[in-house]
């Protein structure tokens, strides 16, 4: 489909949001980007992910304790994405540009690919949230169905049951499939693209075959196959569940809006800014384990309205954005507690899947 343009407004939602940010931040004289705290955060999931992994290879504990690390080692790489590869992605993690390309470049290390991710999630997920046809987010067809516009199948009947199991997968199809997919479609999704230029290339197959040689090659050679291949299920069925999970939270639920632009004019309802609030939840936000763990992404409101900021001021600016939501009539939705977005992502599932 073409892309789809957002609705002008005469009085822009977003242009008051930014301002009233804006004046936030001089108020209070702080720096949109990461601080201290984050930067702490970062260091300590780096020493643990580093500790873990020499650990199970070079000094493998018996096997109860060695699955228990595999567990943990799924959830801090779940973590290392959340708090420091996606800040420095989207240039918030740190003032300085070699910081957060450096905080970005972990997503190549942990076997994805910092290049596609950019353009999956940066340029097409925040532009076109929800819209079917352009977020490849919600594009799980035919296994899922996320959306009222895409086909249904007698298997989504029972996606409610079985999405635990896909998500589990999500790590190690990201890695071995996906990425790969996009590099030799040259698309994402329908989208194009952009140019990779040589750089782009040699890190994307260089860190691949990297990658290979640090979670594959080298941990059979000191484990054998067998002991590799259970550690290796464990560790990216974990990783993967939680990322799919806290990403899925944040969008397809039951109170969270698919619009479709005018088949006539092309154009959506509303303005970007109100668009990402109808389209995004948050969950958990009073829960100060979850915001540290998942990188603010329970406050997906607030990133998607300024994913430059960095998500350490997300509470404090979500208050903002609260008032300026009830003051303009426009639904914040959100879920207080993170088993209760789990069952609304549930019942939306059981929803799409009965059609």
Excluded at 124 to 134: E, K, L, P, R
Excluded at 192 to 212: N, Q, S
Aim: proline fraction near 2%; hydrophobic fraction near 45%.
């Amino acid at each position: 489909m073409a892309v789809p343009k957002f609705a002008q407004a005469t009085q822009s939602f977003h242009t008051e949001l930014k301002q009233r940010i804006s004046n936030y931040f001089e108020e209070v004289g702080k720096s949109t980007y990461g601080n201290y705290e984050l930067f702490t955060k970062a260091v300590v999931l780096m020493i643990c992910f580093v500790f873990l992994y020499i650990h199970l290879v070079f000094f493998t504990p018996n096997t109860f304790f060695a699955l228990l690390e595999c567990v943990l080692l799924g959830g801090v790489v779940a973590a290392i994405g959340f708090n420091v590869m996606h800040d420095g992605a989207h240039g918030s993690f740190s003032k300085y540009k070699w910081v957060n390309v450096l905080a970005a470049f972990s997503l190549n290390l942990l076997g994805g690919n910092s290049f596609m991710w950019n353009v999956k999630h940066n340029i097409i997920h925040h532009a076109y949230t929800n819209i079917d046809g352009i977020d490849d987010d919600i594009d799980i067809q035919p296994w899922m169905r996320m959306s009222q516009t895409q086909k249904k199948y007698k298997l989504h009947k029972y996606q409610h049951i079985y999405f635990w199991f896909l998500y589990s997968l999500l790590y190690m199809f990201w890695i071995f499939v996906l990425d790969y997919q996009k590099y030799f479609k040259n698309k994402v999704g329908n989208m194009k693209l952009k140019k990779m230029e040589l750089g782009d290339h040699l890190v994307f197959w260089g860190f691949k075959l990297f990658h290979a040689f640090l979670f594959i090659g080298l941990p059979i050679y000191m484990l054998g196959f067998v002991s590799w291949l259970i550690g290796f299920l464990v560790f990216t069925c974990v990783a993967g569940f939680v990322l799919s999970l806290v990403f899925q939270l944040a969008h397809t639920v039951e109170h969270t809006s698919f619009p479709m632009p005018d088949t006539v004019t092309n154009k959506l309802e509303n303005e970007w800014a109100i668009h990402q609030i109808k389209t995004t939840a948050n969950f958990a936000t009073g829960n100060k384990l979850i915001c540290w763990l998942v990188g603010g992404l329970n406050f997906q409101i607030e990133h998607h309205l300024f994913p430059k900021i960095s998500h350490i001021h997300y509470p404090a600016i979500s208050k903002i954005i609260r008032q300026a939501c009830q003051e303009y009539g426009i639904e914040y939705i959100e879920y207080h507690k993170l088993r209760f977005a789990v069952a609304s992502h549930v019942a939306f599932l059981k929803q799409m899947g009965r059609g």
